[in-house]
């Protein structure tokens, strides 16, 4: 039973353009969401969050839209650039003990 | 200052076999988090440790596997009796504390990629 889940496992978008990559989650107890980007052989870099009080949250070119009611959120990249590529994982959080639970992650990779 | 680090960063074993993976969390950081990442999916939270104490181990599939943090800094992750399906990057991921605030993002450390023939 996955409890939050990445559907797309790959996009492909060009430079310049919005990639928007798509996580559902099951349970309904999560209250934080991140989302995180990892190059090969190094390990998940922290990248944005939200809480599940809020529905959006943006940092420049990063923006999260959490919905609650369908248990969806995305991570919108504007403008998307080539060195954006890399593999983004979802991953949500209840409680404050910090264990998170993650996406199986989607790949991104924009071309210039 | 210096990040997560792991070593090794491989480890190639054989089946039946015991090994230790080590993690060096950041310096003043009193949570520390080990998951582990199967080819092709997200990682998956093993156990977590607030100072000394391992606050949750509820991800460890078995007793085969078990941490340790004796001094509330660097950890070691004890596999024994390794299996094949034991195959996977190893992540350790440290932070602040373990609140879950936002301000509390963990870092996390390059892998130790092991091998199991």
């Known amino acids: 039973d996955q409890q939050v889940k990445q559907n797309s496992p790959s996009l492909s978008v060009q430079e310049g353009r919005i990639s928007i990559l798509n996580c559902d989650y099951t349970n309904s107890m999560f209250d934080y969401f991140l989302w995180y980007k990892k190059y090969p052989a190094e390990g998940p870099t922290f990248l944005i969050s939200?809480?599940?009080?809020?529905d959006k949250n943006e940092d420049g070119r990063f923006t999260v839209f959490l919905n609650k009611s369908a248990k969806h959120l995305s991570l919108h990249i504007v403008p998307s650039q080539p060195g954006d590529s890399a593999v983004y994982f979802c991953?949500?959080?209840?409680?404050?003990?910090?264990?998170?639970?993650f996406g199986d992650g989607t790949t991104l990779t924009v071309k210039p | 200052g210096a990040g997560v680090s792991q070593t090794p960063s491989n480890k190639v074993t054989e089946k039946g076999k015991y090994v230790e993976l080590r993690c060096d969390p950041i310096s003043g950081h009193t949570a520390l988090y080990w998951y582990r990442q199967s080819l092709g999916q997200g990682p998956e939270f093993l156990i977590y440790f607030q100072g000394t104490g391992a606050a949750d181990d509820s991800g460890l599939p078995n007793d085969r596997f078990f941490a340790v943090r004796p001094e509330g800094s660097v950890s070691t992750l004890k596999i024994q009796r390794t299996e094949r399906g034991d195959s996977a990057v190893y992540l350790c991921a440290s932070s602040l504390s373990a609140s879950g605030r936002a301000e509390d993002t963990q870092y996390f450390g390059p892998g130790t990629r092991l091998t199991v023939l």
């Open positions: 991953a949500a959080r209840w409680g404050n003990a910090g264990k998170s639970t």
């Open positions: 939200i809480s599940s009080i809020k």
